[in-house]
């Protein structure tokens, strides 16, 4: 379910990628080899970049959380109000606490995800 959580618009995408593909693949001026090698080639190659990407965000998801049960600074970014800071700090000090892989806060109405978050 967090593979789905975390990739899901990823998914969506390389799909789309796929029937573009097929459909490029099946055209007249296409040799008949093209949609097996075509598929298979970049079906691979999209497996493989999504599956980086995932690895590498449980990663810095399982460091983000260590470093604030450590009490560093962690900077997540904010897209709710475009003309002030893009970014938020959170610590535990500052009364935040982790449920999770949320990040919430009694004096913050909104909660973060750690896969957002980077340690300062």
């Keep these: 379910m967090q593979f789905l959580e975390l990739e899901g618009g990823y998914l969506a995408i390389a799909i789309f990628i796929l029937a573009i593909t097929a459909f490029v693949t099946t055209r007249d001026f296409m040799s008949q080899k093209s949609f097996k090698t075509g598929m298979l080639s ?17 990663q810095r998801m399982e460091n983000v959380k260590e470093e604030f049960q450590n009490g560093k600074n962690i900077i997540c970014e904010s897209k709710a109000i475009r003309k002030v800071a893009q970014s938020v700090i959170i610590n535990q ?14 004096q913050f109405e909104r ?8 340690v300062e």
């Design 42 to 58: 970049v079906g691979l190659f999209l497996t493989l970049a999504i599956s980086i990407h995932y690895i590498i965000t449980i």
């Design 93 to 106: 000090k500052l009364g935040w606490q982790l449920k999770g892989d949320i990040f919430i806060s009694n």
């Design 111 to 118: 909660s973060f995800h750690t896969a957002r978050c980077i």
